[in-house]
């Protein structure tokens, strides 16, 4: 119990830390938006960068651990979906939204310091492994529905592959082979910028928490809510345990990963198509302030 404690507080702390100064004008919300970039495009890419560089990768493609993910994803956003179009009437794109809420994770700014505190190095490549299919299959599936008969799946892959994250990801697999050749002071600088992912990640969580506040009510982003926080890691938990049996870290990284509150992504996915605005801000916020209640209930299940 005092080992949850431990990764919850300090990670849940700095959020609030976030959230207070820029609600006491201490920092700017254009403060904010510019931690929250340097973390997306230069922190947590080169965290990818020098872990994939240099970890142990599996001999096989663990498949276990991608079904038993991503069948928690298909089943919450299909939920997700069907009750926002039979129980709240929304609209098409809604639906969408709705369910991308309900499956797409906040790693970046929470999963990645939350997973890492909680199982240190032997969580690094799985949780990057899983980072790495994630961002594109998600954004790739919400894009195509929402934009149906005139989607291009061309431009849906030219904007992933300008994505920092798929980019530090692919350069990371290219540089296994040529790890020992990197100057030191280069690796040093990576480490440098990548050791501030995780703090500067957790404050600019609460300067956004601050920006996107309840504007669409409760109803709906309770339920997406309590779709991403209990009912998608219990799936993955259920079939990393009963049905694949995966190894212990593996297990909890998969169950964390999918504990992990709704991620900007679906508020920014709104932004850009102009539809579900306040739905996704909304279950940004409520998601986030729930989750340190509900992810120190899956810690204690894994015996964190």
């Known amino acids: 119990m005092w080992e949850s404690v431990g990764v919850i507080l300090p990670a849940f702390g700095l959020v609030a830390v976030g959230f207070v100064a820029v609600r006491s004008r201490l920092l700017s919300e254009r403060s904010g938006d510019g931690l929250s970039d340097f973390v997306y495009t230069l922190a947590i890419p080169c965290l990818i960068f020098r872990t994939l560089a240099r970890a142990e990768m599996p001999d096989v493609q663990p498949w276990g651990y991608w079904i038993a993910y991503f069948t928690g994803v298909a089943v919450v956003w299909a939920l997700a979906m ?3 179009a039979r129980v709240f009437r929304r609209d098409a794109s809604e639906t969408v939204l ?13 999963g990645v310091p939350i997973i890492l505190r909680a199982y240190g190095e032997e969580g690094a490549v799985p949780l990057f492994l899983l980072i790495a299919v994630h961002l594109p299959i998600m954004v790739a599936a919400a894009s195509l529905l929402i934009e149906g008969r005139d989607a291009s799946l061309l431009a849906v892959g030219k904007r992933l592959l300008v994505n920092p994250i798929i980019v530090a990801i692919l350069l990371g697999s290219a540089a296994r082979p040529f790890g020992g ?11 440098l910028i990548g050791s501030a ?6 404050i600019a969580m609460g300067a956004a ?4 506040g309840l504007t669409a009510g409760l109803p709906l982003p309770a339920t997406v ?12 938990y259920w079939l990393a345990t009963r049905v694949f049996v995966l190894p212990p ?3 909890g990284v998969a169950v964390l990963f999918a504990a992990c509150p709704t991620g900007v992504n679906a508020y920014l996915l709104a932004e850009r198509y102009k539809r579900g605005v306040a739905l996704t801000s909304s279950a940004v ?8 209640l509900t992810m120190f209930g899956w810690l204690q299940v894994l015996g964190k």
């Open 285 to 292: 916020s409520l998601s986030t302030m729930l989750a340190m």
């Open 249 to 251: 870290a593996w297990t």
């Open 197 to 202: 992912a995780i703090p500067c990640a957790l």
């Open 225 to 236: 809510s309590v779709l991403k926080l209990v009912v998608h890691p219990l799936i993955v």
């Open 82 to 84: 069907v009750i926002a």
């Open 181 to 191: 050749a990197i100057p030191d002071p280069a690796w040093r600088m990576v480490e």
């Open 209 to 212: 928490l601050h920006r996107y």
């Open 98 to 110: 709705a369910g991308f809420s309900a499956g797409q994770s906040n790693t970046v700014l929470v």
